[in-house]
């Protein structure tokens, strides 16, 4: 008996379009297809992956495959779809009121909640703007500069520096973006030093994660080195804030959604010149590349 795993990367763009059937674009289709056996990384030799509709074996002399517990990428209608076509049995898989439940919780605004949970100062706290006028209000907290999310996007898509838009594009991106999913996120521009996250498995922190981003925070890379070489790089001690998350997510997150999660944060030198920690930039309630990196990094020193 198994784990039955499923690398859709699409998946915060499937939870944004809340269908059963998601058709990702061909760039992501292509990774999807270089990618699918991704979880082979950290699967046991009794599990499987599906891979184009199909429960694949991980170690191929296992002579049958059985499915005891599924675990994609990320849970989605359309994620609970695949594993129905291929012959999962339904009571393996989330119910529809679940996934509703999941999918608000994936929403940005968590991050929102979470910051002030942590009692995180109100004046650096992002808004959910459902108007444009919310929306500038808000950037005018932060002298005009700011950056602009969609609720639903991952890996950094979906997020606008404003600062390197023109005021007509902001226009545009402020309206399309309420429109499209009912409201925009805005959040401050932090004079940023380093991107990691705290990664967290049924709620309990199990690692960090250094990863690299571009200047719009769109997701590059990860840093394999080791857990206090991350912490050296930093040059922050990022722990006691990780507890107090710890703490958060166990009211916030863990009664609807077990399973790994990653709070992005960064280091960032504020006017005063100390650094600091932004305690939460996204919380990703799913797989990511920086849990993958963790786990590929502990199988490695095991063998």
């Not at 495959?65 to 599924?70: I, P």
């Not at 594009?169 to 521009?189: K, L, N, T």
């Not at 992005?264 to 990511?288: F, Q």
């Amino acid at each position: 008996m198994g784990t039955l795993y499923l690398f859709n990367p699409q998946n915060d763009l499937a939870l944004a379009e809340n269908s059963t059937h998601y058709n990702p674009s061909q760039k992501v289709a292509e990774l999807i297809r270089q990618q699918a056996w991704l979880p082979r990384e950290w699967a046991q030799p009794s599990d499987s992956i599906l891979v184009d509709g199909k429960i694949c074996p991980v170690d191929p002399s296992e002579p049958s495959v059985v499915v005891s517990r599924v675990e994609p990428w990320g849970w989605s209608r359309d994620a609970k779809r695949q594993f129905l076509q291929a012959g999962v049995d339904e009571a393996l898989l989330p119910s529809d009121s679940w996934l509703a439940a999941h999918r608000q919780l994936s929403h940005r605004r968590t991050s929102i909640s979470l910051l002030q949970a942590l009692g995180y100062p109100t004046e650096l706290i992002p808004v959910e703007a459902t108007s444009a006028a919310q929306a500038y209000g808000a950037l005018q907290r932060w002298g005009g500069d700011g950056f602009l999310k969609l609720p639903w996007s991952g890996s950094g898509r979906g997020v606008f520096r404003v600062a390197e838009m023109g005021a007509e594009r902001v226009e545009r991106y402020i309206q399309g973006m309420i429109r499209r999913q009912g409201s925009v996120i805005v959040e401050p521009a932090y004079n940023r030093q380093a991107d990691f996250a705290a990664l967290f498995y049924h709620g309990m922190f199990r690692g960090l994660s250094l990863f690299v981003t571009d200047h719009n925070h769109v997701y590059q890379r990860n840093v394999e080195i080791p857990q206090r070489a991350i912490i050296h790089r930093l040059g922050v001690d990022p722990m006691p804030i990780i507890s107090e998350v710890e703490k958060v997510l166990a009211h916030l997150i863990t009664p609807t959604y077990q399973g790994w999660m990653g709070v992005d944060m960064l280091t960032y030198l504020p006017p005063s010149g100390e650094l600091k920690i932004a305690p939460c930039i996204e919380v990703n309630l799913r797989m990511t590349m920086g849990v993958a990196t963790l786990l590929r990094i502990q199988r490695r020193c095991k063998g």
